[in-house]
């Protein structure tokens, strides 16, 4: 029996799911939906349409913002989900996500185009962490990094 391939989407908590989904859209190259049923003219922003669609179908304005997404515009990626909650983060991510910032790169190349990855990221609102030095064979090197909200990730 052949296992089916399941598709899947990556969830982030969040303290501002639009804010941080902006960050996360910026830095991969996704885009954000359109509401359901809505044409969104060229040149403008999904993530503008929504407030009025919430407003159309009664979501209260405090709670306009309690999720966000964002997808890979090519549709090969995994959909990225924000979901509001009350409590801060307080402990160090059990998973993360390595952002491939110098695929088939490597050496000084490789760290170099890292770090012109990490100057872009830190100009979203990105944290530089600390970085890695290439340590052959188990290592290429890589930097981590914090989002906005303290969520680790790396430029790998």
Not at 31 to 55: I, K, Q, R, S
Not at 63 to 88: C, L, T
Not at 123 to 128: D, E, Q, S, Y
């Amino acid at each position: 029996m052949a296992l089916e391939i399941r598709t899947f989407q990556v969830t982030f908590d969040a303290h501002d799911p639009r804010a941080l989904s902006t960050f996360w859209r910026d830095v991969l190259g996704y885009v954000h939906p359109g509401p359901p049923g809505v044409e969104v003219p060229e040149g403008t922003d999904p993530l503008d349409a929504w407030d009025p669609f919430l407003e159309r179908v009664g979501v209260p304005a405090d709670q306009r913002n309690d999720a966000s997404a964002i997808e890979d515009p090519a549709g090969a990626g995994p959909r990225v989900f924000f979901q509001r909650v009350p409590e801060p983060k307080t402990a160090k991510n059990r998973v993360h996500l390595d952002v491939r910032a110098a695929p088939g790169l490597q050496g000084e190349e490789r760290m170099a185009a890292l770090e012109a990855e990490c100057e872009r990221v830190v100009a979203l609102g990105a944290t530089r962490v600390r970085r890695s030095e290439p340590d052959p064979p188990m290592s290429h090197g890589f930097i981590v990094m914090e989002d906005p909200e303290g969520n680790v990730f790396c430029l790998d």
